[in-house]
């Protein structure tokens, strides 16, 4: 079964930084493009990050470039996102999501993980 | 930069209603890379069509996608009680490489 577990959110302060994971499993992991997608409280759903199965190219949001860094770890079937400079807008539900369908979009989901920035 | 707007806001319709749901590009879209996704309150979104018209995996054949350029289009032939959601489009592109629409929700009427 293939599946996406998220871990490391939580309550930072404005500033903060942060280090979510994502372990996957189900599947070849080094094949797959991994993402990360974020939902506001009530929000719709915004892009953040994409990183390519090799972990040589990445790709970000305007919102997050250089406070954000992805990386990956396919030795260990984990994508990372590490967040720096946290701002009250970063408070989201973090979902890591791939295009496991090969579809050119997403169809599969982790649970997510919640991510608030508070003093 | 590639923005999606989706309207109506919001749709309420009844049961057995057909719902027609818009995606509009803010350029044309070059590719057919645009999908649909539908998120109930507390689950994760769910990928509907992708492709502009093709439907995922397991997806009933009451959901359909169509379009081209720089309008698209959701439709549910006959709305089911578990198809009261959010619906969003969203467009795989190249900067950015990834865009959401905001979203309609479908509500009871």
């Known amino acids: 079964e293939v599946q996406l577990l998220e871990s490391g959110g939580g309550l930072i302060q404005p500033g903060g930084s942060l280090r979510l994971s994502c372990e996957a499993s189900?599947?070849?992991?080094?094949?797959?493009?991994m993402t990360w997608v974020r939902q506001g409280p009530g929000k719709g759903l915004e892009w953040v990050s994409t990183?390519?199965?090799?972990?040589?190219?990445?790709f970000y949001a305007d919102s997050v470039r250089g406070r954000f860094t992805i990386s990956r770890d396919n030795s260990q079937n984990t994508v990372f996102l590490q967040m720096g400079s946290l701002r009250s807008e970063d408070t989201a539900m973090y979902y890591c999501?791939?295009?496991?369908?090969?579809?050119?979009?997403?169809?599969?989901w982790g649970q997510g993980t919640m991510v608030t920035v508070a003093s | 930069e590639i923005v999606l707007t989706q309207s109506p806001g919001t749709l309420s319709l009844s049961p057995g209603e057909r719902a027609t749901l818009s995606c509009k590009a803010s350029?044309?879209?070059?590719?057919?890379?645009l999908a649909w996704y539908q998120q109930k309150p507390g689950q994760t979104p769910r990928l509907l069509i992708y492709?502009?018209?093709s439907r995922a995996t397991g997806i009933p054949d009451r959901f359909s996608g169509s379009g081209s350029g720089t309008d698209f289009t959701l439709t549910i032939s006959r709305l089911e009680p578990e198809d009261f959601a959010v619906y969003y489009c969203?467009?795989?592109?190249?900067?950015?490489?990834?865009?959401f629409g905001p979203g309609t929700k479908v509500d009871i009427k």
């Open positions: 999501v791939n295009d496991y369908g090969e579809y050119d979009a997403f169809d599969m």
């Open positions: 990183i390519d199965g090799g972990g040589g190219d990445t």
């Open positions: 189900g599947f070849t992991f080094r094949d797959y493009a």
């Open positions: 492709g502009a018209s």
């Open positions: 350029q044309s879209l070059g590719n057919t890379y």
């Open positions: 969203q467009h795989y592109g190249s900067s950015p490489l990834f865009t």
